[in-house]
T-cell receptor, first 111, second 112 residues
Framework: NAGVTQTPKFQVLKTGQSMTLQCAQDMNHNSMYWYRQDPGMGLRLIYYSASEGTTDKGEVPNGYNVSRLNKREFSLRLESAAPSQTSVYFC??????????FGEGSWLTVV | DAKTTQPPSMDCAEGRAANLPCNHSTISGNEYVYWYRQIHSQGPQYIIHGLKNNETNEMASLIITEDRKSSTLILPHATLRDTAVYYC?????????????FGGGTRLMVKP
């Protein structure tokens, strides 16, 4: 039981490049989330998926797209990366919007 | 606006109990008190949550005042590995859209 697994763990991008962060959970949760954490700050919600087939914007959705591929997987895409998107990204999941469990994070640097 | 208030930092001697306070005077009747911790930029780790009764699990105890306006997280025998930032969060359940809003948290330093 791995919980929430994110890939890649580290990535460096050039401004304007695109990339996708992958996330999978094996807890049979129906809700999944993507957060970002900037240095010295708390986590902020980018997008969430309450259930398979639905996605909704969080606090800071601009510059991102998401795909709920199936019940297990929820990906986050940066179409044209900007230095302001340098951050640590955390995927998370929960059952019915209850207790949220987090992955270990993906460190993204945009130069 | 932050819905919780925590001291920015605390120290605790190894082996002693760590008592981390949190004020949440505007908590709504359907909101739970949640505690997470984050160890050096790892993913936030769920610790415990409660509505109005005191709760205990293998990691910690949660004491919620009768008026629910404040709570205390207790780590009964703190170890060096408990050094982390601890977040107190209030959140209603049952809806994935209910925000998990992280404030500044309390940086707990466990010292030998």
């Amino acid at each position: 039981n791995a919980g929430v697994t994110q890939t890649p763990k580290f990535q460096v991008l050039k401004t304007g490049q695109s990339m996708t962060l992958q996330c999978a959970q094996d807890m049979n949760h129906n809700s999944m989330y993507w957060y970002r954490q900037d240095p010295g700050m708390g986590l902020r919600l980018i997008y969430y998926s309450a259930s398979e087939g639905t996605t909704d914007k969080g606090e800071v959705p601009n510059g991102y797209n998401v795909s709920r591929l199936n019940k297990r997987e929820f990906s986050l895409r940066l179409e044209s990366a900007a230095p302001s998107q340098t951050s640590v990204y955390f995927c998370a999941s929960s059952f019915q919007g209850n207790t949220i469990y987090f992955g270990e994070g993906s460190w993204l640097t945009v130069v | 606006d932050a819905k919780t208030t925590q001291p920015p930092s605390m120290d605790c001697a190894e082996g002693r109990a760590a008592n981390l306070p949190c004020n949440h005077s505007t908590i709504s009747g359907n909101e739970y008190v949640y505690w997470y911790r984050q160890i050096h930029s790892q993913g936030p780790q769920y610790i415990i949550h409660g509505l109005k009764n005191n709760e205990t699990n293998e990691m910690a105890s949660l004491i919620i005042t009768e008026d629910r306006k404040s709570s205390t997280l207790i780590l009964p025998h703190a170890t060096l590995r408990d050094t982390a930032v601890y977040y107190c969060i209030v959140r209603a359940l049952g809806n994935a859209g209910n925000m998990l809003t992280f404030g500044g948290g309390t940086r707990l330093m466990v010292k030998p």
